[in-house]
């Protein structure tokens, strides 16, 4: 039975990782009584927000963190006189000498802003000893102002496209944001809006992400060592956090560009208790297009282009109670449409996400705080197609509810733990068709509805043993019922870091993830013909166990920061579908889709400097993704689409002056995997009639498209308003022009004289040329 197998499968690896963990409490009991916690929150003098990710660090203990979504922080460190200190981009560092005597230490911090840019530089710095010390791998962590210094497409900048700009993310291909993760699809990747789940965070088929850099906070990506409050998908964690609103007065944030323009307006409502933030985003391709259209509408020959649109719209609230609880509210709305109308006909899409997000944080004394959310969340597409009376309509939705809470413990043994729980209800609604007729006299309609549970419990635990060892390791308890069939499995996470010296530190991770949701879908370029489908009896839920271990090196007086990762990742009950498979207006779809493994490794090589003129990063990637399933393939195991040799990023930020900034992104990786016929055969249908012929094919992607590669170019220009402050951003997009391959297709040759075929001639198509853009982006 399917359930029997699950719990077998589940079996050896907790076996063998909770006598690991007793280990590991054993050793590490004798520092428990030797450490205690200093916490506190650090925040921006300016306007009073949580600075994310600022880092805490001791030098002399060689230890350190970073803030949480609420600014917070803490650290374990023996009996003593200690001095802190606390670094952030963009804002001075302070250093704050702190006396620990036998019991815990509230040491709250405000940053101001840097003085000069040499502040800035001397910031950053700091941060990569920071990345060394932190006990977490295989993470990286983006701000919006980061991002927005490099090159954008159409004069946009993408966070998430940022991130495929790191070492281990590639993207699917051309015009492509969905993120592969260490072999792993587009589904397989959590994404999280304060706390809250996106199922398909792109714009524009994948050009754009849902993301308005202005309303965002910070991105944290996580690769792999999946800390046990993350939990539902096997490869990454992309946690996002939106601005709090400025607590000192009203400003504008935004910018306007050539395809789109979006405003950000944030501040006080009522004086150091509520702030606001609202954001607005919307592109105005379709008011040119339609226009278009108008002059051309007498012109026989000329074929209509279709309308495209999309807008998003982000809204927080913040309020702070009293010294120990505050409470906030999350919004976020966006659709994509797509239009084309002709005189009898006219079809369209539309897709797009919605959220919303009750937060309440709550200090109950120096050692307790806890972070409690009730959330819902959708994604929804519909298909609309008119031809003369008739119409008909394919939708599908995925929405959820969940409520969550999180606590955070700081015992006096340098012992920080974290645990809590979660529970979403599920609701699904896979492939409803609806046809009818103007005068109702047709109609009918089919689909399946599906209503699932899902939940988890963590625990986790971080602490420092020693100067040199600092462990997280945790257990997460998930579960997901539907139909009445209940799948239960435990996921062990680890994570270890040794100093071998001042700059030099390795470490390595272990985590096992459970999925109980799938993404049925087309095109891996996150179109918007997605299907999410629950875990039923019939399909079980997918399962990863990854591990990793690397070397970080500290170098040049604190300039450069190199990372070398290795990995290996095994995939179980991975999801694809039968040849042929009817994956819409199907009421047995889950008999359609085929059950395999797959595995995943690599070495990620990773060079970052963030300390003078010239900052920037390389990384390159060298790994190999393969699925195999009984019925694909004769049983062969094969590469996945996105698997790819190499993957190489080269990304450069030069200031020329205090107003002038240059940029440049260089990207390298091997053409997708994809499936050629190798030959084809013809035969004769219909007597008198050119023959049919039908492709055969022998090798599941047993082939490559060209390599992929891009250089893109910008400059941003710091103007000087009388209010406030504003830039121009230019930016060329494929500065060389290349080419690159989108699909494969093959026309048919044909005798000019008698129209018989010949042979077939492989055609590429490619997206995207030279594209330059200018954005003005102002701030006041």
């Not at 019939?538 to 271990?549: C, D, E, N, Y």
Request: charged fraction near 20%.
């Amino acid at each position: 039975m399917p359930h029997k197998r699950t719990i077998a499968y589940m079996r050896p690896s907790v076996y063998l990782i909770l006598p690991l963990f007793l280990v590991l409490l054993f050793f590490a009991a004798p520092a428990f009584a030797q450490s205690f916690s200093i916490s506190g929150y650090i925040r921006a003098a300016s306007n009073g927000e949580s600075l994310v990710g600022a880092t805490v660090a001791v030098p002399e203990l060689r230890a350190g963190t970073v803030t949480d979504e609420r600014g917070f922080y803490t650290l374990s460190v023996p009996n003593g006189t200690h001095t802190l200190q606390v670094t952030y981009v963009g804002y001075a560092p302070v250093s704050r000498t702190v006396a620990v005597q036998g019991k815990a230490q509230t040491v709250n911090i405000t940053l101001e802003p840097a003085a000069n840019e040499l502040q800035v530089v001397e910031v950053e710095a700091a941060t990569l000893r920071q990345k060394l010390n932190d006990t977490r791998m295989s993470v990286e962590k983006l701000t919006s102002k980061e991002a927005k210094l490099l090159p954008a497409l159409f004069g946009e900048v993408d966070l998430i496209k940022t991130l495929q700009l790191k070492p281990g993310v590639q993207s699917g291909g051309e015009g492509a944001s969905g993120l592969y993760v260490r072999g792993g699809g587009p589904d397989q990747n959590l994404v999280l809006l304060d706390d809250a789940v996106i199922y398909n965070p792109s714009h524009l088929f994948g050009f754009f992400s849902v993301f308005n850099s202005d309303a965002v906070k910070s991105v944290e990506l996580y690769k792999g060592g999946f800390p046990a409050q993350f939990g539902g998908r096997l490869s990454s964690v992309v946690d996002v956090d939106m601005r709090e609103g400025n607590e000192e007065g009203i400003h504008a944030t935004g910018g306007l560009g050539l395809i789109s323009s979006r405003l950000t307006i944030d501040g006080p409502l009522v004086k150091d208790k509520l702030t606001f933030v609202l954001s607005g985003r919307r592109t105005y391709v379709d008011i040119f297009t339609r226009q278009i259209n108008r002059l051309n509408e007498d012109n026989e020959d000329y074929n209509k282009i279709p309308d495209y649109y999309f807008y998003d719209l982000n809204g927080k609230l913040n309020y702070k109670l009293g010294e120990k609880d505050e409470i906030s509210f999350s919004g976020y709305f966006g659709r994509d449409f797509f239009v084309f109308q002709d005189t009898d006909f006219r079809f369209g899409f539309d897709w797009g996400n919605k959220m919303a997000s009750l937060n309440w944080k709550h200090k109950y004394n120096s050692r307790l705080y806890s972070n409690t959310s009730l959330s819902t969340t959708g994604y929804q597409y519909s298909i609309k197609n008119e031809i003369d009376i008739f119409t008909f309509r394919l939708t599908s939705d995925i929405e959820d509810y969940t409520l969550k809470t999180d606590f955070d413990l700081f015992l006096d043994g340098g012992h920080s733990v974290k645990f809590g729980a979660s529970a979403t209800r599920h609701y699904f609604t896979v492939g409803r068709l609806n046809f009818d007729s103007d005068d109702n006299s047709l109609s009918f309609g089919a689909g399946n509805q599906y209503e699932a549970s899902e939940f988890g419990a963590y625990v986790s635990d971080d602490f420092l043993v020693n100067p040199q060892l600092s462990l997280n390791y945790g257990l997460r308890l998930s579960g997901f019922n539907n139909e009445g069939k209940t799948y239960l499995a435990l996921e062990p996470r680890l994570a270890a870091k040794y100093n071998l010296s001042e700059n030099t530190a390795i470490k390595a991770s272990y985590a096992d993830m459970m999925q109980y949701v799938h993404l049925v879908s087309n095109s891996g370029a996150s179109l918007p013909t997605d299907i999410w489908f629950p875990s039923t009896r019939l399909v079980q839920p997918q399962r990863s166990k990854q591990v990793a271990t690397g070397i970080s090196h500290l170098f040049a007086d604190g300039k450069y920061l190199l990372t070398n990762e290795v990995y290996y990742k095994w995939m179980r009950r991975q999801i694809d579908f039968r040849d042929g498979a009817n994956l819409f207006v199907n009421d047995s779809l889950e008999n359609e889709f085929l059950f395999g493994r797959g595995e995943s490794y690599g070495n990620e090589l990773y060079l970052e400097k963030v300390k003078g003129k010239t900052t920037g990063w390389i990384g390159y990637t060298l790994s190999w993704t393969y699925r195999q399933f009984d019925e694909i393939n004769d049983g062969r195991r094969f590469p996945t689409r996105y698997d790819r040799r190499h993957d190489l990023s080269v990304v450069l930020l030069h200031q020329l002056s205090k107003r002038i900034n240059v940029t440049g992104a260089f990207t390298y990786g091997t053409g997708n995997a994809f499936s050629l016929p190798v030959a084809r055969f013809a035969f004769q249908d219909v007597e008198g009639q050119e023959p049919s012929v039908v492709p055969i094919f022998t090798e599941r992607n047993g082939f490559r498209l060209a390599p992929y590669h891009r250089l893109d170019l910008g400059v941003v220009l710091k103007l000087r308003p009388k209010r406030g402050a504003a830039d121009l951003t230019f930016s060329v997009y494929n500065a060389y022009n290349r080419r690159n391959p989108y699909f494969v297709y093959f026309e048919q040759i044909k005798d000019k004289q008698n129209g018989q075929t010949l042979g077939f001639q492989a055609k590429q198509v490619s997206l995207f040329p030279t594209i330059p853009s200018v954005t003005y982006n102002f701030k006041f």
